[in-house]
């Protein structure tokens, strides 16, 4: 699994969903649709693609406030 992030401070890209905090990260199956998706909406130089592990995760859990273990993941598409 692959999360997109900024570049910039590591934040991921989420989606809302009602009465769930934080907000579920969206994840793509392969590296290849995740570049896609970013380069289908012209964010190459924002966003870049993260296999999801563990140490992904503890950076992901840091940029979006939170402990890691209340990080939850959405596959794209949903």
């Known amino acids: 699994m692959f ?3 900024y570049k910039s401070d590591g934040f991921p890209i989420c989606v809302q ?4 905090a934080p907000d579920p990260v969206v994840v793509w199956t392969s590296e290849s649709d995740a570049k896609s998706f970013i380069e289908s909406k012209g964010g190459a130089a924002d ?7 563990d140490g992904s995760l503890d950076a992901i859990a840091k ?3 939170c402990p890691v273990d209340q990080i939850t993941l ?3 598409p949903s």
Request: overall charge negative; aromatic content about 10%; glycine content about 10%.
């Open 47 to 53: 966003f870049e693609p993260v296999a999801v592990d």
């Open 17 to 20: 969903v009602a009465g769930v």
């Open 3 to 5: 999360a997109i992030v």
């Open 74 to 76: 959405e596959p794209y």
């Open 63 to 65: 940029a979006m406030g």
